[in-house]
């Protein structure tokens, strides 16, 4: 059964989000980044040009399939058919819908209140499906 762990209070949840992947990178895993469709391209310019002496290659899904094949990480408005992606990554409010299994699910929640609103619901979606559920509070931790 996929574990399904929630990282909390996060203070700047790009910068979390970019540390994140290089350790999945690192790992040599792959991931899938889920994101509200009207976040996608500022969260993929923030990607390409955040920390400009470090390289996160990523793609979205509208990019060639040779791309896609040489990335280790997509983003994404909706879940798609992840093709071997180890690690999924939600940056959304809502549960995603049509998600498959996984070997690792991560939801990041912000200290914004809606955020944390929105995560304490999918919290309890996730208790009401039977999942395995962790918390990480990230207060204070830069990953």
Known sequence: MT???FHY?????????QRLLHKVIE???SALVLCPAEQLQSLDQHLWTDEPSSFLPHCTLQAAAVTRSA???WLSGT?????GRQVLINLGLTL???AGPVQRWLELISIDPADTQAG???WRDYQARGFS???HNRAGHSL
């Open 3 to 5: 574990r399904v762990e």
């Open 9 to 17: 209070n996060i203070g700047n949840k790009p910068r979390y989000l």
């Open 27 to 29: 790992r040599d895993l």
């Open 71 to 73: 990335s280790p990480v």
């Open 79 to 83: 879940w798609v058919e992840s093709h």
């Open 96 to 98: 995603p819908q049509g």
């Open 120 to 122: 304490r619901k999918r």
């Open 133 to 135: 559920i962790e918390a």
